[in-house]
């Protein structure tokens, strides 16, 4: 009787412990797992250049990343100020050294992800070791999911930003920093002659927020082009569209945000975010915003390697 | 009892053991995907697959281009996956060396070699890599993306640096593959594959070791590729017999397994009967054998005092020991050979231990020990990268060397801010190179205070320094002789300490203010430091992006003597200060104008023709 006990003892031990075993990673349960980011994106150039984001890309002036650490999926936007142009600096080359340096640093581990101003901080400090005499500005807006803490460290330099949409509406969004009409905050690298007069922000200026986020919230993550011609209700009007967390169904709600947009900022008529905004302040302007486009589109789900 | 409760049992164990085992393999999921196992499809058993392994990490090295904490140029770029590969140029995202060419060895700040270095040892620079897993190596690929053929040597550790429990047996290196430095005319990025011999123990450290001296301009490397295979492949233990009786090169590094006994075997004394006469030997003079003998490499010296007692009594004589390199032999030196040269090392002058000593080779007790018997005449002593260094080993160093007037801590950066203290009672210094250590103020403005015959100085990449222009203040009070000093990276000297600089030492002749973004032409502090520094041959302003025409005017005017001037990244520069320049500066060989966007390859090429003598650099990175 003894050795039956024994014999019951090992068989259980053997079952039980053969199934909490055998999958590890589906979680103890709803919240319990990682969390990750599906992202797409998609943009327009002000000279009417069509893109299709996949990882890294410039739109006109703006360019953008996503990236995937083991510990956090980071995402970020990049405005270059056009302002640059007039002087025979491509505003392009800043924003997109940016984006691409922040990336970097994303993927080798080089950052902590409840600290995202550090992310910019790292990367412009690391623009200034280029060899190449980078010039030129851009704002900058970078947002990082902690897989394991379920909590959205976010970073905003200038007028790019976010919106998080849980259950069709806004639950939290990030503010725009500017100095004055149409000039918001930016980091830049001046050439030597212009120092003192070209504007230049530093990045511990940049505004940082964290939350908790559920599975199921869409992230926004856009540039001025779209907030200055799409106001929220129209985008929440979209994002209703979007049924279920696969690539495929974000993309196309990310190009058909990006494609209205784009539209309205060519519309005389429409009275744009922008618009209003400069008849509050005394400008009578009517109309879109033509503008770079920037969207990137992102669900919280499952950590899925 | 009936059968079924063994059977049952037995089921019971098979399920239980099969789910460990899946259990096991699946937390490993998670692996990255740095690492990958492929089959090979050869008559081997099918458990021995070939593993390709990117690098994990980088452990050690002895210099680079970028910043400390930076990921641009830095070594730690060698790591992980290739970032540029197959793009030739100039990149951020590799890893470079500090120095190419033999520019460094021109210039002021250039050390005498040490003589009696053995001629296959040319290694100028290292790096360490260690991988995930431990194979045994059957291909190290290097990716090279810009002026490939520096790297000239491969070696792999036996210790495992991952493992938590110590070596069981004392760690060897073994040389994979070795080439005497050949020139690569392209400048184009290759995948070099040299052909590697097969070692008899598993590894994951790699070290590689470069020579850029017939190189054009920096090397840049992405990544390294490991392959292997984690069981023992068959063939070994033929080759490695093949390898004791393998005489074709005279290097006895090459016949290894027990390269360090051999080597101490070489240095103990060994008892020598009574013989015949030495028949001529005896006729020539004392001095003529010395001299003779002064043209042997130090083995050679070792296996020539076995022969007779004669020549044994001339190959220990102190006097062969007065220039001691060992840095060749950094793979073997431990304590014990140390020991066995310290009775013939007692007058010994100019000592190079650098790259020797590491993972427990030498002891602080072992080196002390040495220092106590030979130190007391030393003038030179060369301790670059030797990271058993701790600060006892500077406090010895300070007390019984006290005519030192050379001393080399480059890149030893785990040796502690208040081991530099103690360099400050080194009264005689006439060089200190700094370059890469963690030495503080405190420490460095005592140094300055006392070493008042400092002639070259290098305080590169000394990233603890809080304010430079304190410390430029102190040299410009204190080291009027100085000829030659490396602010490399200097992070925030200003036109303050410019000034100080340039009044204080009128007999600079070599400044390299590289990577200084804190220096502002406007202020005036390039043309000054032209006008107060006649006697400049070298001038490093790279990456400083105010440097004007104004101020290669004033040099023109001023610094005549000039030879190496570099001015990477200025968008300020036209080509009519150059040519000015060009033509004062008779002497002029190096001129490096990468990134200045008014120089472009029309003008470098026109340079070229007018200016044949001098090397004028226009990097690029597409």
Known sequence: MFSVLSYGRLVARAVLGGLSQTDPRAGGGGGGGDYGLVTAGCGFGKDFRKGLLKKGACYGDDACFVARHRSADVLGVADGVGGWRDYGVDPSQFSGTLMRTCERL????????????????????????????????????????????HRLHTANLGDSGFLVVRGGEVVHRSDEQQHYFNTPFQLSIAPPEAEGVVLSDSPDAADSTSFDVQLGDIILTATDGLFDNMPDYMILQELKK???????????????????????????????????????????????????????LSIVAEYTD | MSPVFPMLTVLTMFYYLCLRRRARTAARGEMTNSHRTIESNSRTSPLNAEVVQYAKEVVDFSSHYGSENS?????????????????????????????????????????????????????????????????????????????????????????????????????????????????????????????????NFPTNLIRLEVNSSLLDYYTELDAVVLHGMKDKPLLSLKTSLIDMNDLEEDDYEEKDGCGMDNLNKKLSSTALGEGPNNGYFDKLPYELIQLILNHLTLPDLCRLAQTCKLLNQHC??????????????WAKLNDTSLEFLQTRCTLVQWLNLSWTGNRGFISVAGFSRFLKVCGSELVRLELSCSHFLNETCLEIISETCPDLQELNLSSCDKLPAQAFNHIAKLCGLKRLVLYRTKVEQTALLSILNFCSELQHLSLGSCVMIEDYDVIASMIGAKCKKLRTLDLWRCKNITENGIAELASGCPLLEELDLGWCPTLQS???CFAKLARQLPNLQKLFLTANRSVCDTDIEELACNCTRLRQLDILGTRMVSPGSLRKLLESCKDLSLLDVSFCSQIDNRAVLEFNGSFPKVFIKKSFTQ
């Open chain 1, 106 to 149: 994303v993927k080798e581990g080089r950052f902590v992800p409840s600290n995202p101003i550090g992310i910019l901080t790292t990367s412009y400090c690391e623009l200034l070791q280029n060899k190449v005499p980078l010039l030129g500005s851009s704002t900058a807006c970078i947002v990082v999911l902690d897989r394991t803490s």
């Open chain 2, 316 to 329: 220990y004589d102190p006097l062969q020991y007065i220039h001691l390199n060992l840095q060749p032999y």
């Open chain 2, 522 to 524: 406007s202020t005036g």
């Open chain 2, 71 to 199: 990921m641009s140029y830095t070594m730690w770029n060698l790591a992980g996956v290739p970032n540029v590969f197959p793009s030739s140029g100039d990149f951020t995202q590799t890893a470079v060396f500090r120095t190419y060419g033999t520019w460094w060895d021109q210039c002021p700040s250039a050390s005498l070699p040490f003589k009696r270095t053995p001629p296959d040892f040319q290694s100028q620079d290292y790096v360490e890599l260690t991988f995930e897993q431990q194979v045994y190596p059957t291909a190290v690929h290097v990716l090279e993306t810009y002026h490939p053929g520096a790297v000239i040597r491969i070696l792999a550790c036996s210790a495992n640096p991952y493992s938590p429990s110590p070596p069981a047996e004392v760690s060897r290196w073994e040389i994979l593959w070795s080439e005497r430095p050949t020139k690569v005319n392209a400048s184009q990025a290759r995948q070099f594959k040299p052909c590697i011999k097969q070692i």
């Open chain 1, 242 to 296: 979007l049924k279920n967390s696969n690539y495929e169904s974000i993309q196309q709600t990310a190009r058909s945000i990006a494609e209205q947009a784009h539209e309205l900022a060519y519309d005389p008529n429409y009275m744009s975010p922008f618009a209003q905004f400069a008849c509050d302040n005394g400008l009578n302007v009517r109309g879109g915003k033509p503008d770079d486009i920037t969207v990137l």
